[in-house]
């Protein structure tokens, strides 16, 4: 596993910020597919499979998928923030999320229902659309939110001692 | 290690393999042999069964879909794991879609067909039975896609040598990230970076490793400059990319420097203009042909010419390691492997380097040559003779090419391989046979794995860094008592590159105080490299996290760490005002 992690560059630069950047693309992605819940009739059954309004139904997607965005920005690392390809990723990930998410947890968090229909296909393909905008939309985010080079405390660690060999090590 | 995927053949690869499926199993049903119908499961989630055109052409749109992005992740995570055949490795991979298919994703599609809203999660609904024929079909499906995906997906980076290359010209020139002063072209310590231009053949010269394509130099060069600005870089190793610029005698298409040149001009960083990096035309065949030396001073003088305000140049980057790589290891360009080949190239490098500074001092005649070279050293393992007499031999090899280009006496031992192998004194002497400009500088590279130990076997392994930089560059600086530049260093665990650059460092500052004129620093290079923990050998498309910034162009630990670096020195007495290269330029 660390090393498919590692594929993606798995620790994120200094300038970086991951789980705010994650989290802010997370929730501009998901109005989009919640759109698309509620064409397909997804957004209704989830509400009552779960046992909230829709309102809260909302809310409670919005923040889900908040903090898979911050995964997302974290896990895939130095990957999710490729311009070129990061819908790609975006689209795996949240096809992965699917896959484990719409089978198993819904279920478990609610009366024991799956959605079926067109309400199944619904939450299928709010998803993947959730994962593309995600993946097109970090980037950008991202980059906006870089830390400043000169920003206090970025560079305190990185002196000339650094040469020395660490401490605790003899 | 990252993994540079190229999108385009992914998603060729995919559609195809997802067609493939589609062609195979749909011949199978026509020959009635029941199967599992993808286009249709997947099309008549959208249309009725009976509406066939929509649902085929629906179908078929998802499952190409479907197969771009399982393509993606085969060439992230898969790609190359194994040194299996290509094909093989798609075979593999595809049991991964396989069980994901059987377990989760077509239940979910059995779902998606009922006419109903919900329903109650039982083993039923989870794992809905299966045919005989249906699971054939899927395995089989899936087989197809993946044998089809590995033998399609393979070689990411580079491209046919034989072909026009890919590459389009430089963009122009987009408005500034901030605002930027002009170039200073002082007399100042060098804080340098590159940009990493390496382009070598392999494959028999059929295929083109080319680095500034690989890292996205060539869409994204402005964005670089003004990176290295922004970390407070003063000079840049640049290697205009030889191989699509020199189109043949004669002609040229300066549409892959111009802008960047114009850049470099303005604004900086000062340019070291690296004109052949271990690679030239396809035209021009490789380092065994004894013209390339006439064919590159001609090169050498247009650049000149078109660019009379650059003031450093390297005319032939690392000539040892391009003959050696070239003509003794096998690896690159003539791919040879035979001490003769090896004398042959070294020969013709320097010839080449000697006429291209020739031809650049007839257009400027105060240039400043850094002739950088990789710092080698092999230590015998123990006392056996044979041992000890190969450790030395390889340390009198590794001067050859700097022995020949600086008119050094070669030892006696050199000249004797060198005579066994066709080349005799006179040849030596009319290499020699040149003035050596004043003004040049010997550039010494390092990394962790130019220290070697000759083991028992006669072999040499990887010393990592016993002696360090200041012991071996002292040797050079012992033999040829030059201006020196440490010009290239880096570290393939980014995570340790603060600290490899703190030692590196300060490695330099001791070889300054013991009195050797050194006037610059190099980290190399400024993004992450692509392949070269293989030594651009094969094309997997590995990212070598070593650059001051990744290839998003977001800056690393290593980055914030130079221009820490620079901001403490730079205007230091003896940084601010190098002697050492004051008296360069006087002479």
Redesign the interface.
Known sequence: MSG?L????Y?P????RPFTAGAVAGLLATPPAILVLHLL?SLA?EA??LGFSLIMTIIIGCLMMGIAGTVYARVLG??A?????GW??G??YA?ALW?SG??FVL?LLGN??????????GV?LSLILWGGCLGVLL?FVHRRI?LK?DEPG??EN??????ARDPARR | ???I?S?PKAALAGVCGALAWTAVLGGLQLLGKPSFDIVKELGT?AFAPDERLGWVAVGLAAHALVG??WA??YA??FWSRVNWPPALQGLAFSVVPAM?ALF??N??FE???????????TWQ??LPTISPAQLGGLLLGHAIYGLTVGAIYTRPVGYDAEREAPVRHLSRRAALKAPRGPRQAGGGFMFATGIECSYPTIEQGRWRRDQMAATHHYARWQEDFELAL??GITHIRYGPPLHLIFKGPGSYDWGFVDEAMAFLHDHGPEPIVDLCHFGVPTWLGNFQNPEISRALAEYAGAFATRFPWVRFYTPVNEMYVCARMSALDGTWNEQRRDERAFAAAAFNLARASIAMTDAILAVRGDAIFVNSESSEFCQACCPDPEIQRIARFENERRFLPLDLIYGHPISGGMRAHLRDHGFEERDIAGVMAHEVPARSIIGVDYYEWNERLIDSDGRPRALGELFGWYVIANQYYDRYRRPMMHTETNRMD??DG??WL??Q??NVQLLRSAGVPLVGFTWYSLTDQVDWDIGLSRTVGN?D?VGL????R????VG??Y???IE?HRDQPGYSDCPALARVLAS
Do not use: K
Request: aromatic share 8%; net charge positive; proline share 9%.
């Open positions: 498919f590692a594929a993606h560059g620790n630069g200094p300038t970086q009739g059954v009552r499979i130095r990957a923030n490729d311009v070129r390809g790609l990723f689209m795996a096809f896959a719409g089978v279920p024991g229902e799956l959605p079926a229909g067109p309400p199944a296909t299928f980037p870089h080079f970025i560079a990185l002196g000339p001692t650094l040469a | 290690m990252i993994r995927v999108l989630l771009i992005c993606v992740v992230y995570f994901l989760i994703v239940p979910q779902l998606m067909h009922l006419h109903r809203e919900a329903v109650l999660l609904t989870a922004d970390i980014a995570s603060p600290r703190w030692r460092w300060h990212v996290p910034a990744d290839l998003n977001d800056i690393r630990a914030l760490t221009r820490r670096l403490m």
